[in-house]
């Protein structure tokens, strides 16, 4: 099989999160730079990151489950129902849980000025409930286009935002940039209707059998997705609550450089879990084996040639995007290059596991590896503080990316071995072609 045959798909997706990129940028340059890192920037960050939280229990449960059964070809009425009624219910019960709990998060994360931004947190969470419908809607049909325009509306609109009250000298606060994703969120989702116009499937009447499918697929991934909240967004909650606002802070500002190298591995995903669904449901395991091994031996290639130069240069990174705000960020910088060799692996490795049919195996190594995060936290947080909360990243991916390879191989015969075979037989064939 030709990896030139995803050619377009593929650089459509990376087109699609390379715009989180835009917003990222927006907020490495000046929110870090401009919000106070002993007061506003910690609140920013954990308000973002409990949002982030509660739209990644309701993904798991009811979008992720959605997504497969759509892209495996499942356009049942009632599949669609179900799927839509649990994601509106969870996402529901968090803005309304997060609201509730608002006035205690000040003295749990000893940051003054947090039940504000979950407040805010509730509001976003409400306005994202049919943007992020419509994209797991488009993304099921894999159409990259209507997912730019939808995803743009957001990332740009905030990232524009965040530029233009920075360059006027008018960005000081929290409240402000919230409040800038809460109206991304807004215009994202008043754009859905029009980029989902008749692909929508009919309401249907409700059938148990859809429901209960639903339901049990949803049970499993939850698992999954509690495990990804937790070593994504709950590392700053934790932090918050050894350490301080202004240890999240540097945490913040040292992560952020992170979306860079995840930006490529959630444009994969956006391809290989409905793609690896689709090959499996018709049979064609050698086709999906040969896909997994390329995408994942030329992106770990370039891994290579980006973190020598970000290891070597980590100093000179912060100094020159930070202007001497964060001096002590660069060795947390190295901890996040180090730990971003086995993202990819963990990351594609559980999409294709999911995507096949195979939420146990994910589960397994989520769990397993939720244990260690916790012992890291708790060992390494108190001692090192945002060096500490890397190391313990690190340290939970490696264990992720072994344990979820070890199922892919299992499953579908992937291995570091077959990748790195694959890898060089890529090579000698870019250099065969070009020596003629």
Known sequence: MQLLHYRAKALGALAVKSLPLAYGGAVILFVNTHLSRESELGVYSLALATFFAISLIGKSFALYPLIKFMAEGDQSRGSWRAGVIYWVGTQLAGAALIFLLA????????????????????????????????????????????????????????????????????????DQVLALNLAGGLLSTLIAPLLCWGRIPGWGVKGQTEWSKMALYGRDSLGIGVGDMVYTQI?????????GASEVALYFAAKNFFRFYNALTQAINLLIFPTSSNLFARGEIAKLKELIEK????????????????????????????????????????????????????????????????????????????????????????????????????????????????YLHRELGVSPGSILKRSFSMGQGILRRKAE
């Open 235 to 243: 590392d700053y909650h934790l932090l918050g609550i050894f350490m």
């Open 295 to 406: 995408v994942l031996g030329g992106y770990l290639s370039l891994l290579i040639i980006i973190n020598i130069l970000v290891l070597i240069g980590a100093d000179w990174i912060v100094a020159l995007v930070y202007r001497g705000i964060f001096p002590d960020a660069a060795n947390i910088l190295r901890l996040f290059a180090l730990a971003s060799f086995f993202e990819p692996l963990y990351m594609i490795s559980e999409n294709v596991l999911y995507g096949i049919g195979k939420p146990r195996a994910i589960l397994v190594a989520m769990w397993s590896s939720l244990v260690l995060f916790f012992v890291f936290a708790a060992i390494f947080m108190p001692l090192w503080g945002a060096k500490g909360g890397a190391l313990t990243i690190l340290l939970t991916l490696f264990s992720l990316a072994g344990i979820t390879m070890y």
């Open 103 to 174: 006035p205690l998060t000040p003295k749990l994360f000893h940051a003054p000025g947090l039940d504000q931004g979950c407040r805010w947190a509730a509001g976003i969470i409400l306005v994202f409930i049919p943007r992020d419908l419509a994209s797991a809607l488009l993304q099921a049909r894999r159409e990259i286009g209507r997912l730019f325009i939808l995803e743009g509306c957001y990332f740009l609109f905030a990232a524009g935002g965040i530029v233009y009250l920075a360059v006027g000298g008018a960005l000081h606060g929290a």
